[in-house]
């Protein structure tokens, strides 16, 4: 039985494909779900500008997702908490899935190839190669122009 389930969400259209294949495992009313969203920091701390406002520009995207993912939590049949962190979102993501010992971690994948998949790399494979547990990756579903 899978007891813990972290689900990775980063706001995208992708997330409401991610959610939606959460809504067609079978919970059980004992499972506990993660809805986890990781804030990306800056690569160094030359990107941060000295001037710019920390405070409340900072703020308004976190109250934003938490709004989202309180959102999904209503929906969801089994006891849930949210987790909204910062920091790399692999790293986050796998360091979640052990803070909570899940058994299964969702998460989405962009579909990157090539020179966009060397340079942004990729946060599902990353997840995949790094977790304890199990991952299932949740690859979007293009629209076929003329059916």
Do not use: F, W
Request: hydrophobic residues 40%.
């Amino acid at each position: 039985m899978i007891s813990t389930i972290l689900v990775a969400l980063d706001g995208s259209d992708l997330s409401e494909q991610v959610i939606a294949t959460l809504h067609n495992l079978k919970l059980e009313t004992m499972t506990q779900v993660i809805l986890a969203h990781v804030i990306s920091q800056p690569t160094s701390d030359l990107d941060v500008l000295a001037d710019r406002p920390q405070v409340e520009t900072e703020d308004i995207p976190y109250r934003v997702i938490e709004k989202k993912l309180q959102s999904y939590q209503e929906k969801i049949p089994c006891n849930t908490e949210l987790e909204i962190v910062t920091g790399d979102p692999a790293e986050e993501i796998v360091r979640l899935a052990n803070i909570y010992h899940a058994d299964l971690i969702l998460i989405g994948s962009r579909g990157l190839t090539g020179m966009k998949r060397i340079l942004q790399g990729s946060v599902s494979s990353q997840v995949v190669t790094d977790a304890s547990c199990s991952v299932l990756v949740v690859k979007p579903v293009l629209s076929v122009k003329g059916k």
